[in-house]
T-cell receptor, first 115, second 114 residues
Framework: DQQVKQNSPSLSVQEGRISILNCDYT??????FLWYKKYPAEGPTFLIS?????DKNEDGRFTVFLNKSAKHLSLHIVPSQPGDSAVYFC??????????????FGSGTQLTVLP | DAEITQSPRHKITETGRQVTLACHQT?????MFWYRQDLGHGLRLIHY???????NKGEVSDGYSVSRSNTEDLPLTLESAASSQTSVYFC?????????????FGPGTRLTVL
């Protein structure tokens, strides 16, 4: 059973518009959430994160929103640029001190920003 | 600059052969991880280590083993390669921080088992 789910395998957005990528989780012990970006033939790179004590974290064009009651988080990219085209992975960590160091990943969403 | 490297970047092998994928990090991180990436599954944890001589099984550890003899390296061994182990493999490392838990990833190794 997947504890972190990204239900949209792909998303296409026009350049300049907002991209919204969604992620749901089932484990209430998760207390830290991260988004990673992955280009073809490269490793994932960290993009932005949020602690469960917050409901929003912003970094430039990227904002992550966390709704703990719904066990849902989303990544907003405004404005979207062609260079944002990549696979985006949602990840979560938390629980006991050991498992807090582990990340559980979603299956990823391929974002395509059309010029 | 600190980095994490993987070798080889591409490997083709035959069923039943033993294969070892190398991972080397210069971050001096205690935590190291191996993942495999498959379509529809995202990144799944194979094995991880929280320090020298420490190794632990992850979600999909069957058919894989690791050893940690120093801080910098965590080689992943496929004892007897199977076609189901055709995948892209990523190594990652991290240092547990109070405020975040970012893992740094290597460039990946694409393994094909024929």
């Amino acid at each position: 059973d997947q504890q972190v789910k990204q239900n949209s395998p792909s998303l296409s957005v026009q350049e300049g518009r907002i991209s919204i990528l969604n992620c749901d989780y089932t484990n209430s012990m998760f207390d830290y959430f991260l988004w990673y970006k992955k280009y073809p033939a490269e490793g994932p790179t960290f993009l932005i994160s949020i602690s469960s004590i917050k409901d929003k974290n912003e970094d430039g064009r990227f904002t992550v929103f966390l709704n703990k009651s719904a066990k849902h988080l989303s990544l907003h990219i405004v404005p979207s640029q062609p260079g944002d085209s990549a696979v985006y992975f949602c990840a979560a960590s938390g629980g006991s001190s050991g498992s807090a160091r582990q990340l559980t990943f979603g299956s990823g969403t391929q974002l395509t920003v059309l010029p | 600059d600190a980095e994490i490297t993987q070798s080889p970047r591409h490997k083709i092998t035959e069923t039943g052969r033993q294969v070892t994928l190398a991972c080397h990090q210069t971050w001096n991180h205690n935590n190291m991880f191996w993942y495999r990436q498959d379509l529809g599954h995202g990144l799944r944890l194979i094995h991880y280590s929280y320090g020298v001589q420490d190794t632990n099984k992850g979600e999909v550890s069957d058919g894989y083993s690791v050893s940690r003899s120093n801080t910098e390296d965590l080689p992943l061994t496929l004892e007897s390669a199977a076609s189901s182990q055709t995948s892209v493999y990523f190594c990652a490392s991290s240092e547990l921080q109070a405020s975040y838990n970012e893992q740094f990833f290597g460039p990946g190794t694409r393994l094909t088992v024929l």
